[in-house]
């Protein structure tokens, strides 16, 4: 099985092929802000350094939130149009499992991403990622609870948290087998209303 990783959700772009949990090519940048005009020619490059052919891959596997809403849409929009375009199938993952796949010493793995004035998005996995607690939009001081046996992991400069060493193979053998989905049907999640659309909201 040869599978395509994609992340863009957040500044540190991810872009894999991944053959029997073992990653063929790879490229991990920080490139905030430039996700849109990289990305497709990451795509490009990971599948010439892999050595296949583009319709040797079998399936999709791309984060789709939460994190930066532009980079977020660009990976989905990515995933989508090379989905359709090669017919191939879409699995969906979140950026907070992604974080959790680092290696710590610690029972729960807790992915958080700033969302700004004291709120993060956040999300609890165990070593092996099963789920603790959803995925959420919630205060960062809701997650003292769990801080006496889990670990904040994160790219953004909070406090006590342990910058991620994100493990593509493991998530992709973990997700491997989900049910796709059709390009089409790929959806950014957010977890919580874009800036414009909380605009609208205050107006109304």
Known sequence: MISLFIDTSMMNVSISIVKD???????????PNEHSKYAT??????????????????????VNGPGSFT????GVTVA????WALKKD????????LLATTEID???HIGVIDARRGYVFAGIYDSSLNRIMEDKYMPLADLEVYLSD???ISYDKLDGVTEPVIDIAKIVEKHINDKPINAHALKPNYLKLTEAE???????
Not at 44 to 56: C, R, T, Y
Not at 90 to 97: A, C, D, Q, W, Y
Not at 198 to 204: H, L, M, T, V
Request: no cysteine; hydrophobic share 40%.
């Open 41 to 62: 020619n990451y795509v490009k490059k990971v599948i010439d350094e892999a050595g296949i052919d583009a319709n040797d891959v079998d399936n999709i596997l791309v």
């Open 198 to 204: 909380e605009k609208k909201k205050e107006s109304k």
């Open 106 to 108: 610690a029972t729960n």
């Open 21 to 31: 949990d073992k990653i063929l090519s790879i490229i991990q940048e920080e490139i």
């Open 80 to 83: 989508k149009m090379i989905g």
């Open 71 to 74: 980079g977020v849409r660009v």
């Open 90 to 97: 879409i699995i969906p993952l979140s950026s907070l499992e």
């Open 150 to 152: 889990g670990k904040l």
